[in-house]
């Protein structure tokens, strides 16, 4: 159920345009006003993926605090990690707007902002001031628009973030840098990673995750490509997924808006591409998954489908900044229920249904 907070400050905030109101969250989170009650910490939504120790698999996904503002805000809310980004190495700012866009009747959002962000210096004093700080917090890096090596921009993201950050995320699935979804061919996606593996091998923080975040619009045999790229590479693991350009089952006028849609409707095809990535990569690599999750049963439809972790953004702009913790408890609820010892034994539980979603 919503908190006072919750409705109240829903209320609030869609009286705005989507960019007031989240530049107002980003400052209340800020202020250090209890926003949330916060959840319990229970042993059995505990997990280790790639060597990272998170006390629950719920993450706030990339895009919310893209300028590393409020990392420890995030983790106060019941996350049990929070990635910031997408940074750019230099300050860039975004398309026209607006560029952000409620889709009410379906639970949704529409973005076109184009990797709008204060740039990697700005992150990074933000990151060093928290160092000593416990909680696991991911960086989401990128590439300038006009920049003139953008595989440059991605190892000059890994040297940069590397000491600073829990895991580092590869984010070449944004679809509103034009051309950066080419990145996920597999001739360039080869010389990326092998880049992205050379900039940590020499980083301060040689044994640093790395993650790689896709498209939902991806056919099978892109698929194929980057699973054996992902496993050639060493890459630690893929976040499934960003937006997609994909306006099925979506009702709303706004469905003609260009740009990414997240919430609701990415949920179907995103976890479909989820278990197919599960089936590609085997039960060992890292799997985080993305897209439409609004509640307990959809963070667990997540695992079922092959995730060690799951990620939420837009269903937070929807029920408010108590999801997390609801989630959360939801989450402890159902291993209690099931007499789980750890929630990890869901994992893959449903992935012949999820294989047999079509994802075109
Ligand atoms: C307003 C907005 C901005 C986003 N910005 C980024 C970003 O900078 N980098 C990124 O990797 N993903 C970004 N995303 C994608 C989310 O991280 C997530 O992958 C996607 O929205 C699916 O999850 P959801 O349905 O829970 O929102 C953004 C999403 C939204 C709604």
């Known amino acids: ?16 345009d989507p960019e007031t109101a989240h530049g107002l969250s980003i400052a209340a989170l800020k202020s250090g006003l209890p926003l949330a009650r916060r959840s319990k910490a229970d042993p059995r939504l505990a997990t280790t993926v790639a ?3 998170l006390s629950n698999p719920l993450g706030m996904a990339a895009g919310f605090d893209k300028n590393a503002e409020v990392p420890d805000a995030l983790l106060r809310l019941g996350f049990g990690f929070a990635e910031v980004g997408t940074v750019t190495p230099l300050p860039q700012a975004g398309n026209a707007r607006p560029r952000i866009f409620r889709l009410l009747e379906d639970a949704a959002v529409i973005n076109r902002l184009g990797f709008n962000n204060q740039g990697h210096a700005a992150a990074a004093a933000r990151l060093a001031a928290r160092a000593r700080k416990p909680g696991i917090v991911g960086v989401n890096i990128g590439a300038n628009k006009d920049a003139e090596d953008r595989i440059g921009d991605y190892a000059a993201g ?13 984010n070449i699935s944004s679809p509103n840098t034009p051309g950066l979804r080419d990145l996920q061919g597999r001739g360039e996606l080869k010389t990326l990673l092998q880049r992205v593996g050379e900039a940590r091998a020499s980083s301060p923080a040689p044994a640093i995750p790395i993650f790689l975040k896709i498209a939902p619009d991806l056919g099978e045999s892109d698929l194929d490509d980057i699973a054996l790229e992902v496993t050639a590479r060493g890459i630690d693991g ?19 808006e260009a740009g990414g849609l997240s919430g609701k409707p990415l949920f179907s095809r995103s976890t479909a591409v989820l278990a197919r990535m599960r089936e590609r990569l085997g039960p060992k690599l890292a799997l985080i998954g993305a897209g439409g999750v609004d509640g307990t049963e959809a963070a667990l439809e997540k695992i079922r489908a092959g995730a060690d972790l799951v990620q939420l953004y837009t269903g937070m702009i929807y029920a408010g900044p108590s999801l997390a913790g609801t989630i959360v408890a939801g989450l402890a609820r159902h291993a209690e229920k099931e007499g789980l010892r750890s929630l990890a034994e869901l994992r893959d539980s449903h992935i012949a249904k999820w294989l047999a979603t079509p994802i075109d």
Do not use: E
């Not at 919503?2 to 009286?15: E, P, T, Y």
């Not at 893929?238 to 003609?256: D, E, K, P």
């Open 1 to 16: 159920m919503k908190s006072l907070v919750d409705r109240l400050g829903q209320r609030a905030l869609f009286g705005l």
């Open 51 to 53: 060597g990272l120790a």
């Open 158 to 170: 890994v040297t940069r973030f590397a000491g600073l950050a829990s895991y580092l995320t590869v």
């Open 238 to 256: 893929v976040i499934v997924s960003n937006t997609t350009l994909s306006r099925h089952g979506v009702r709303s006028a706004r469905r003609a």
